[in-house]
């Protein structure tokens, strides 16, 4: 069975304080890792999508990054505009269309 | 639309009640997926469409939730006999359904059954 692991549950950071988010995965056969955030009251928005090892993708303070065990997702310099709740979730081989199996979330606070 | 959109954003039923929950994706999109996301949790799978075709509805919970999109664009979540563990946001996406394509999300229904 898929399973998606974040940690920490919730993190708060001075506005400028670098962080990041673990996400740690186990699935068969990944197809793709994916990052959403998630405001309150609203959808999850998409941010990024990894797919092997070693890749990196980049999007203004965060950048997330892939090993065949875990993703993290890297905040620098972050703004209180970035505080949300940030959802991992994978995609396996196999499963039916664009099917995601999500983590519980970090909920993120950055204080100005 | 340029978006997901859902309707209604906030329903309230009596345990019992039979709910109707609506889904518009974005023009094209022939995946379409329903999520049921509870206080705090991330988001569970509920059901999965490709145009009108169900092909996947392995996270329904009951019996009592059925969903349908029978001209291959709007969906309707339905929840019959309402109980109060059915409290909880529920989720739309869609995509474009090619490989890897990601989901698009409205902002959901949260419905609370008292």
């Known amino acids: 069975e898929d399973q998606v692991t974040q940690s920490p549950e919730a993190l708060r950071l001075q506005e400028g304080e670098s962080s990041s988010l673990n996400c740690s995965y186990t699935?068969?056969?990944?197809?793709?890792l994916f990052w959403y955030r998630q405001d309150p009251g609203k959808g999850p928005e998409f941010l990024f999508t990894?797919?092997?090892a070693g890749e990196e993708k980049e999007k203004e303070r965060l950048k997330a990054t892939l090993t065949k065990k875990e993703s993290f997702l890297h905040i620098t310099a972050p703004k209180p505009e970035d505080s949300a709740t940030y959802l991992c979730?994978?995609?396996?081989?196999?499963?039916?269309?664009?099917?995601?199996?999500f983590g519980e979330g970090t909920q993120l606070t950055v204080n100005p | 639309g340029a978006g997901v959109s859902q309707s209604p954003r906030y329903k309230v039923a009596k345990r019992g009640q039979d709910v109707a929950l609506r889904c518009d994706p974005i023009?094209?999109?022939?995946?379409l997926f329903w999520y049921q996301q509870a206080l705090g949790q991330g988001p569970e799978f509920l059901t999965y469409?490709?145009?009108?075709?169900?092909?996947?509805k392995s996270g329904l919970p009951s019996d009592r939730f059925f969903a349908e999109r029978p001209e291959g664009s709007v969906s309707t979540l339905k929840i019959q006999r309402t109980q109060q563990e059915d409290s909880a946001v529920y989720l739309c996406?869609?995509?474009?359904?090619?490989?890897?394509?990601?989901?698009?999300f409205g902002n959901g229904t949260r419905l609370t059954v008292t």
């Open positions: 469409f490709q145009n009108e075709a169900q092909l996947d």
């Open positions: 996406a869609s995509s474009a359904g090619t490989a890897n394509s990601p989901l698009h």
């Open positions: 990894l797919y092997s």
């Open positions: 979730a994978v995609q396996a081989m196999g499963t039916s269309g664009s099917r995601l199996t």
């Open positions: 699935v068969s056969g990944l197809r793709g």
């Open positions: 023009s094209g999109h022939v995946s």
